[in-house]
Nanobody, 124 residues
Framework: QVQLVESGGGLVQAGGSLRLSCAAS????????MGWFRQAPGKEREFVAA????????YYADSVKGRFTISKDNAKNSVYLQMNSLEPEDTAVYYC?????????????????WGQGTQVTVSS
């Protein structure tokens, strides 16, 4: 059974920072890409960031580029999302996702495993 467990969400003021973590168990993801998505109330789930299996390649949505950083620790089967300069528009449930195939991906359909999500709320 594959499991992804996110942590690190919470309430923060605009301009603040949060670091999300996602721990994978049940399968070794060191070879495969992972990503972060988010879903705000009343909106569709949207891509945030992705990282290659090696951790060398990354890709970001334009809305978070320069503010968010995705990283990966293969020894711990974990992926992280450092979020700086947070804005109220970043408020959403953030989901960790993992692919069973190589290659960066930016759409939900390309990911095979999902966490339960963690709430991030940014107050103005």
């Amino acid at each position: 059974q594959v499991q992804l467990v996110e942590s690190g969400g919470g309430l923060v003021q605009a301009g603040g920072s949060l670091r999300l973590s996602c721990a994978a168990s049940g399968r070794t993801f060191s070879r495969y890409p992972m990503g972060w998505f988010r879903q705000a109330p009343g909106k569709e789930r949207e891509f945030v960031a992705a990282i290659s299996g090696s951790g060398i390649s990354t890709y970001y949505a334009d809305s978070v580029k320069g503010r968010f950083t995705i990283s990966k620790d293969n020894a711990k089967n974990s992926v992280y999302l450092q979020m700086n300069s947070l804005e109220p528009e970043d408020t959403a449930v953030y989901y960790c996702a993992a692919r069973a195939n190589v290659g960066l991906a930016t759409t939900s359909a390309e990911y095979d495993y999902w966490g339960q999500g963690t709430q991030v709320t940014v107050s103005s």
